[in-house]
Structures are given as C-alpha cells and as structure tokens.
C-alpha cells in the first residue's frame, strides 16, 4: 500500500469507530459499571453481573475481565489537570485516555476531556470526545454492546427484586386508600 492510501484505511477507520459511537460507549461502560466496581463487589455485590464478578481482576484503573470465551481489558490513564480562570470562574481540564484489548490485543484507543467550570450558581460539567488512536475491528464490536446491555439488565433486575416488598406494601396501602 501506498502512504496515501494508508493514510486514507486510516480515516476510513477512524469514521467507522466513530459512527459505531465507540467512545462513547467505552466512557459509559466505565462510568456506568467499571468506576466503582470495586465498592460494588464489596459492599453490593448483588448488583455484579455474575460472570463478571467471577472473574474481574482490578488494580488501580485497570480493569479486566472474562465474559464467555473472551477476556477484556480496560485502561484508564489521567493526564495531568490543567486550570485556567476567566472572569471569576475557573475551569479545570482533565485529559484522558481509554485503551481497550480484547484477548490480549489493543483493539481501541481514544482520548477525551472532561472540563468542570465552577460558576457563581453551579458548576458546569462538559465532555468532548477526541482523537480515535487506535481502531481494529472484531466481534467485539457487536459483544461489548451486548454486554454492557446484560449488565444493566442483571442491574435493573437486581434493584427490582430488592424493591418489589416496597412496591407490593405501597400497592396495598394504594388500595386501601381507594377502597379496592
């Protein structure tokens, strides 16, 4: 291949990685289920998707687990803050980077910036997705999606048999109230 047309497979991969919204994805399976995983399996562990739970292996913002035949790896790296003021109010800047490997192979890598500006009223949370570093298509593509919905499904369940004596006693109390 020429330079020029690898430069070109490059962005073409790039843009697909970005039209599967795969940063996205990545940031709220880590800020959804892997952020505080390790509270959880400690002090709710009911709320761990099981196979998951049997294998996760946690150090600092590494995580890795199994699911089904396939092991998963993801790393959280936080570059150095930045501070700037502007009219009173100061925005702090945190850069990030997320490498994901499925068996034991970089498969995606991303940047992005979360920004919090402390204003008079309230602060203001934003965050940008950047540079697609890494891109390399598979099955995982279509499994991470799948998972990341069977976890918040065991989640969903989870929460829902730990309430139904809440929403049962309500009911009743509901009925009473209206002469049923």
Known sequence: MEPDEIRAEIERRRKRA???????????????????????????????????????????????????????????????????????????????????????????????????TDTPDMPIFKESMGNIASFIEGPWVVDLPEIEKKIRLHEKDARDRRNAPRVQQRLREDMKKFGL
């Open 18 to 116: 970005g039209d599967l919204r795969l940063r996205e994805l990545l940031w709220s399976f880590y800020r959804s289920h892997l952020k505080y995983l390790a509270d959880r399996l400690e002090k709710d562990p009911e709320l761990v998707y099981p196979e998951m739970k049997e294998s996760i292996k946690i150090a600092n913002n590494d995580w890795q687990f199994r699911i089904g035949e396939t092991s998963y790896r993801l790393v959280y790296e936080e570059k150095p803050r930045d501070k700037s003021r502007w009219e009173g109010e100061t925005t702090t800047t945190t850069p990030m980077k997320f490498m994901l490997d499925v068996d034991a192979k970089r498969v995606f890598e991303f940047e992005m910036k979360q920004s919090i």
